[in-house]
DNA sequence: AGACGAGGCGTTCGTTACGC
DNA sequence: GCGTAACGAACGCCTCGTCT
């Protein structure tokens, strides 16, 4: 399995022993005998909880949440040998798998890597919905997501790090932010750029993009306003450097996007790709440099960074080069269909990909869509010689906005 | 070499109860 | 009747280790 040779570093020395605990509802008793609290917690599936007495069931609720109140938040935690793994399967991913005629499926593999650098992302404040730390740090809510992982996950070791964490940001009203897909950016990387070419992220985020592109012969600079995300990309290239071989290079700038684009050379990289902020969807930090807090107002955000973003995107690019925008509409904002207006303003409009993201279990037996989707746009700049006859084409040929997918 | 089992990952929204 | 809050509920994909 994936992580049996420590994916986790915790759970390395407790799943050995799970094998001979993992039983029955005397669990408890063996346990104890030989294990300890720690075996007895990590070890349990929801089925042996189900069948113990009712006595017994609450004091396991009891003992996994002092276990889990002194252990403190489930973060993921890899070891050098997780990390390593990991990085092997994201250099082995064949990116054409991820192309689905106009979606672009990429699978899991290097999330829990590029998110292991990244434990702020559990506590970003989303409108409507708490944390996942708020929750954890809520004792009769922990004591319920207990209980919830104990009930909903039978075939699982149900109160160890990766159920807990999975029933906390399904906890009604919970969220957390989302990570770019490492394979989706990877075969997007793939197929707009070339080897030794120089790409650019102007909101570099939680690594997702920046860690596909080192497992690719290319030179990535990203820029991120948030402290806590420059960390956590500078922690990921330092580890992974002693690491592994990796065949990309990489440059973090901690400084705002529309400050620091403007003293790049002009025509300097063959690809810009980003997923920029969605206004104030995701508050990432309480930083001033955050864009939606510089521009506090929706038409003075898409002024003051979306526009200025693009612009300079469309300078910096060499002629025939990608811009690579992921963005989506949000509740009261299109801010998808205003970055696809701007967009065809300076580049060609090339294709619109549908990206994969969550899916939605309950819809698994309807007809519908079972996956949630943004779009990403890809634009390329006109090479200079024939940029009048491709603008002649362009107007002639009116695409409406593909913001609403 | 291929089949198979197993664990880890991601991830809201429909339904119901209740107050007004 | 309407709005709001609380609550309940799964599986496809990826990968490795083991077995045949």
Known sequence: ?????GRFSFGTSVRKRSRNVRTSSSATSQGASFCGREAIILSLRGADWAKMPEGKREEIVEMGFRYWRARGFPYYRLDADAMRKEFLFLLRYDTSKAFVGSEVRGSSTGLALANHFHPQMWRVPMPGV??????FFDDEVLRKVIRKGLRFSPERYALNASNLRRILQTYSRTARVANFRVTAAKALYARYSGEGEHVLDFSAGYGGRLLACLTLPRVYSGIEPCRAQVKGLRRMLTQLLRLVVIPGRAFIEHACAEDFMPTLASGSYSLVFSSPPYFNNECYSAERTQSYLKFPTYERWIEGFLKPVLVEAQR????????ILNIANVKGFNIADCAYEIGRRHFVHVKTYKLWLSQRPYLRTSGWQMHRLEPIFVFRK??????????????KKAVPPKGSL
């Open 316 to 323: 910096i690019l060499a002629p025939g080069g990608h811009c």
């Open 130 to 135: 708490r944390s996942p730390v708020e929750r």
């Open 1 to 5: 399995m994936r992580n049996s040779a």
């Open 382 to 395: 006109l090479c200079l010689r024939r940029s009048k006859r491709r603008i002649v084409t362009r107007t």
